[in-house]
């Protein structure tokens, strides 16, 4: 009897899974259409509400990592889309964030190193095909700014006439195609200079250290009484200190040597001798977790966020080895940060953190 029992429960059982078998793909498809709707919907930057939102869209760096796209810093004020530098694959991360890449309004760069610029092409064809944008997309930057548009424009002339040919000028529309440049004068030394001034949102740049890089520029975004500065790539360097005074949020590239050197001794036994170069180049024009922290003291900013992570961390409990003793250094807090982290300051300078990735 009690075999009987087991066997029918067993049956049924079997029944069940293969019914949850045969519908799979219905339900599969079924989830994926609800998702869809839900994104497309409003994408999320349209609930972060009042206040200035500082997003991390690409927190790697040249150093392969499938977890963190190439640099990448969004801020969003009233629902406008600003973005500073764009590594590879930062596009994928804007859209996957819900910052659509057809809103970004424009692009900053803070240098010409190619993993800040890498992912140009890709954003500037996503803003122009998935918004049916009337003029290109607007990057600012030093001189030499029109050579990386020139370039990116000619790169892309033919799929331009293919996308064109294939969609038809309402979906593409060719005045909306490509980079349009805005070439701005490296500030003077100590000294900061609006590059940006409408609707209430200013952006000023200053110059950093990051020699033979001549001029590398970080930024200070003001909206509302709150502001949030990035560093692009830099040394330590009391440019950063005074451009963020007071600042709520610094972003600041960090390296940790300590892990690096571990990069270059493991390139060195294994006769990767331009790796080993390269882990003991890049030493002397980034900045340490330790000196990230000193100059956010120094500016009395609320909080700092570390992004450009070098080198990349595959184990979620290597963040205290490369923090090391930058906590020591800084009396607010500190964020190692993470792909799709965005960081939202209310118009009364309260601070919340929150991640828009799920892995």
């Known amino acids: 009897m009690i075999r009987w029992v087991w066997g ?60 963190r796209a190439g640099p990448c810093f969004a801020a969003i004020a009233d629902g406008r889309l600003f973005v500073f530098d764009v590594g590879e694959g930062a596009q994928e991360t804007l859209g996957i964030m819900g910052l659509p890449p057809a809103r970004v309004e424009a692009v900053f760069l803070t240098h010409f190193h190619s993993d800040h610029i890498d992912g140009l092409g890709a954003l500037a064809l996503q803003h122009w095909a998935a918004g049916a944008a009337q003029a290109p997309l607007q990057v600012y930057g030093t001189t030499g700014v029109e050579r990386i548009a ?22 593409v529309p060719p005045s909306g195609f490509g980079i349009a440049a805005h070439p701005f004068e490296l500030p003077a030394p ?48 009391a440019c950063v200190s005074r451009a963020a005074e007071n600042a709520d949020l610094l972003a600041s590239e960090a390296l940790q040597p300590t892990m690096t050197r571990i990069l270059g001794r493991a390139a060195t036994q294994n006769n990767q001798t331009n790796i080993a170069q390269i882990m003991h180049d890049i030493e002397d024009y980034h900045v340490t977790p330790r000196q990230a922290a000193e100059m956010a003291q120094d500016a009395n900013v609320q909080a700092l966020a570390l992004t450009h992570l070098i080198p990349p961390m595959p184990l979620p409990f290597l963040t205290g080895p490369f923090l090391g003793d930058a906590r020591e250094a800084f009396n607010g807090d500190i964020w190692v940060m993470r792909d799709g982290d965005i960081v939202s300051i209310a118009p009364d300078g309260t601070m919340t953190r929150r991640n828009t990735l799920r892995f």
């Open 8 to 67: 029918l429960i067993a049956a049924s059982l079997l029944m069940a899974v293969g019914v949850i078998f045969v519908q799979r793909s219905s339900i599969a498809l079924s989830l994926y259409q609800r998702g869809v709707e839900r994104n497309l919907a409003q994408p999320s930057m349209d609930d972060l509400g009042e206040g200035l939102h500082a997003a991390f869209c690409g927190t790697g760096s040249p150093i392969a990592d499938r977890r």
């Open 150 to 171: 020139n370039g990116f424009n000619e790169a892309y002339a033919i799929d331009s006439g293919y996308r064109m040919a294939h969609h038809g000028n309402d979906v």
């Open 190 to 237: 100590d000294e900061s200079a609006v590059v940006y001034d409408r609707d209430g949102v200013r952006i000023l740049a200053f110059r950093v250290s990051h020699a033979p890089v001549s001029e590398a520029v970080g930024y200070r975004i003001e909206y509302q009484g709150r502001s949030v500065v990035v560093t692009g790539d830099t040394k330590k360097c």
